[in-house]
């Protein structure tokens, strides 16, 4: 295994860790506010280590929350588009004939819309439900991984062991499930770890604008919007959210690399 893959791994290990384990060892409480303690710089004197916010609020403790729920997030929007892209592409790839060209012109229609735009108004029509953060994020993914995970159906089902179910009576959906879905799992497993930073980024535009999580609850994006507005007066409040957020989706995108690096040279192996 790459170094690639270990570095960028055990980066988002300890920043997992850390955002888990911290909040619960720090003395100061997520949404505890000190007037008297209003945008602080970072110190060890009073434990804030990422300094106060505009409320005396710890900074550190909001951005290991604040990490969290961008995780999560993230990947649970990733797996919605990972069940929903590899079970459309891998039917539309199988079946193929008129069955493919119209699951497949349909989604050539979707990528036409401008799906930001729709999420935007999925969000304030539902009054920015959390629980809708993953199916807006995740349905606007699924596209991508539905065609890649059609293009390799296309190529495993004109494989021997593909033939040979059939030519058993193993049923279509058996076929999928057992013969083509674990077939997929290299490619999927490199997919998912580049879509869960699109997630991240989609996820802190919106709450950036106001869209996505909300207060209590905070995220990177909702982090990165209270700092901009603080960012002449206390340039800590902007720089310690986009600097994590910066080096999460570095991260996924390395990891992503080394992933895909790693199955290409055990395939031509």
Known sequence: M???IKVSGLALLVIALV???APWLSPHEYLTTDFDRLLLPPQ????????TDDLGRDLFVRTMMG????????IVASLVSLVIGVTYGAIAGYVGGRVDAVMMRFVDTLYALPFIFFVILLMVAFERNFLLIFVAIGAINWLDMARIVRGQTLSLREREFVEAAQLTGVSTPRIILRHIA????????VYVTLTIPQAILVESFLS????????????????VNGGVAQMESASWTLLVPATLLAVILLAFNFL??????HFDARQSS
Not at 182 to 189: F, Q
Not at 209 to 216: F, R
Not at 256 to 261: A, K, N
């Open 2 to 4: 790459s170094r690639t």
């Open 19 to 21: 955002a888990i384990v």
């Open 44 to 51: 060890l004197a009073n434990l804030h280590l990422f300094g």
């Open 67 to 74: 990490v969290r729920i961008t995780l999560v997030v993230a």
């Open 182 to 189: 674990p077939n997929l799992a290299g490619i999927v497993v």
């Open 208 to 223: 950036f604008l106001g869209l996505g999580v909300q207060e209590p609850q905070t995220s990177l994006g909702s982090l």
């Open 256 to 261: 992503g690399d080394g992933l895909r690096d």
